[in-house]
T-cell receptor, first 113, second 114 residues
Framework: GAGVSQSPSNKVTEKGKDVELRCDPI?????LYWYRQRLGQGLEFLIY????????KSGLPSDRFSAERTGESVSTLTIQRTQQEDSAVYLC???????????FGPGTRLTVL | AQSVTQLDSQVPVFEEAPVELRCNYS??????LFWYVQYPNQGLQLLLK??????LVKGINGFEAEFNKSQTSFHLRKPSVHISDTAEYFC????????????FGKGTMLLVSP
């Protein structure tokens, strides 16, 4: 597709359940990033993937969060045993090169009841 | 580590008035600077960026920003705003080396009224 896509657009879940969020980056983009945007806050970096390098997981808030990426395509962010404080918009971005801008998807709004 | 401060959480302005959204950053090494806009219920869209060269950068929708290294600022300006400019604006920085991540400010909500 022409842009970064994310699914689902909205997810409502119960506390304690696991959720999986999906990101399809722009074709050919080698780097992929996950950010979290909580209400009234800026974006927090979670994790990023670059080619075949080990992902930078330094932003993951706890071991309940994990992410995978298959080659240079789709990525999934998994949150296990969700908590209410996980409620946020999860944004994915991709970029083609080191000086290129990051292009963002529309986000997944996660609500944990 | 880098940090970004957007001093105003909300800026109300009348249509056709000029506006300036302030951004200051802190970093011990050189950074690239960005402004993104987020319209309601949408993802982030790049407005403009400063990588090098001229300190005055022009972006989409009539916005421009000026990089001031001595004041570590990157304020966003528009000479005449429209109702459609109502959105949240985020200033961000990233290291110039490699595929570093963006560090964002908390955002400024621009509210344009008739």
């Amino acid at each position: 597709g022409a842009g970064v896509s994310q699914s689902p657009s909205n997810k409502v879940t119960e506390k304690g359940k696991d959720v999986e969020l999906r990101c399809d980056p722009i074709s050919g983009h080698t780097a992929l990033y996950w950010y979290r945007q909580r209400l009234g806050q800026g974006l927090e970096f979670l994790i990023y993937f670059q080619g075949n390098s080990a992902p930078d997981k330094s932003g993951l808030p706890s071991d309940r969060f994990s992410a995978e990426r298959t080659g240079e395509s789709v990525s999934t962010l998994t949150i296990q045993r969700t908590q209410q404080e996980d409620s946020a918009v999860y944004l994915c971005a991709s970029t083609a090169g080191t000086i290129e801008s990051q292009f963002f998807g529309p986000g997944t709004r996660l609500t944990v009841l | 580590a880098q940090s970004v401060t957007q001093l105003d959480s909300q800026v109300p302005v009348f249509e056709e008035a000029p506006v300036e959204l302030r951004c200051n950053y802190s970093s011990s090494v050189s950074v690239y600077l960005f402004w993104y806009v987020q319209y309601p219920n949408q993802g982030l869209q790049l407005l403009l960026k400063y990588l090098s060269g001229s300190t005055l950068v022009k972006g989409i929708n009539g916005f421009e920003a000026e990089f001031n290294k001595s004041q570590t600022s990157f304020h966003l300006r528009k000479p005449s705003v429209h109702i459609s400019d109502t959105a949240e604006y985020f200033c961000a920085v990233r290291l110039i080396s490699g595929y570093s991540t963006l560090t964002f400010g908390k955002g400024t909500m621009l509210l344009v009224s008739p």
